[in-house]
T-cell receptor, first 114, second 117 residues
Framework: AQSVTQLDSQVPVFEEAPVELRCNYS??????LFWYVQYPNQGLQLLLK??????LVKGINGFEAEFNKSQTSFHLRKPSVHISDTAEYFC????????????FGTGTRLLVSP | GAGVSQSPSNKVTEKGKDVELRCDPI?????LYWYRQSLGQGLEFLIY????????KSGLPSDRFSAERTGGSVSTLTIQRTQQEDSAVYLC???????????????FGPGTRLTVL
């Protein structure tokens, strides 16, 4: 079984500042990792995913994440945020053999202010 | 192309009534998933379909919850005798194949917000 921990429930940041949203996971098997974003009253939109290969993954809207197997982390970063990045961000994990459901973290609300 | 669609977008019902929530997956996607998003429990897996069969129903919270999928496409989640704790946003997702070996991404619909009074 897998689990995901997002320690920060809310991250306030000023526009154009850098941001990092933290995600740690635990699993007894190899995993695939995902970040989804949810804007108010909308569904989940995939930001980026790690399947294999390069540990630095680039996604949409200027976001990137780095898979660190030794630290079991998959932190999300953006060098300069915009007001429009205000949303809820979810880290998710699934095992990489057969069907396995997505297991989500509790989410981090990113609040970008001018 | 068209994404995952869900209907209705909002549903308000009285305690004890039955409700049906519909999901139309992306055309050609063989796998379909239902999740529930609530304040107290976060995002929880409910059930997964591969074609018309449901190999994993482990997340359904009680026997009041059931789901079916027909024609390898549309799916309906039915909640019987609704309770206030069923109030949540119900999200549907689809993928070209199941996650895992082929690691195909799950694409989510906008959700149905269910409020049980």
């Amino acid at each position: 079984a897998q689990s995901v921990t997002q320690l920060d429930s809310q991250v306030p940041v000023f526009e154009e500042a850098p941001v990092e949203l933290r995600c740690n996971y635990s699993s007894s098997v190899s995993v695939y990792l995902f970040w989804y974003v949810q804007y108010p009253n909308q569904g989940l939109q995939l930001l980026l995913k790690y399947l294999s290969g390069s540990t630095l993954v680039k996604g949409i809207n200027g976001f990137e994440a780095e898979f660190n197997k030794s630290q079991t982390s998959f932190h999300l970063r953006k060098p300069s945020v915009h007001i429009s990045d205000t949303a809820e961000y979810f880290c998710a994990v699934t095992g990489n053999t057969g069907f396995q459901k997505l297991v989500f973290g509790t989410g981090t609300r990113l609040l970008v202010s001018p | 192309g068209a994404g995952v669609s869900q209907s209705p977008s909002n549903k308000v019902t009285e305690k004890g009534k039955d409700v049906e929530l519909r999901c139309d997956p992306i055309s050609g996607h063989t796998a379909l998933y239902w999740y529930r998003q609530s304040l107290g429990q976060g995002l929880e897996f409910l059930i997964y379909f591969q074609g018309n069969s449901a190999p994993d129903k482990s997340g359904l919270p009680s026997d009041r919850f059931s789901a079916e999928r027909t024609g390898g496409s549309v799916s309906t989640l039915t909640i019987q005798r609704t309770q206030q704790e069923d109030s949540a946003v119900y999200l549907c997702a689809s993928s070209l194949r199941p996650s895992g070996n082929f690691a195909h991404t799950q694409y989510f619909g906008p959700g149905t917000r269910l409020t049980v009074l």
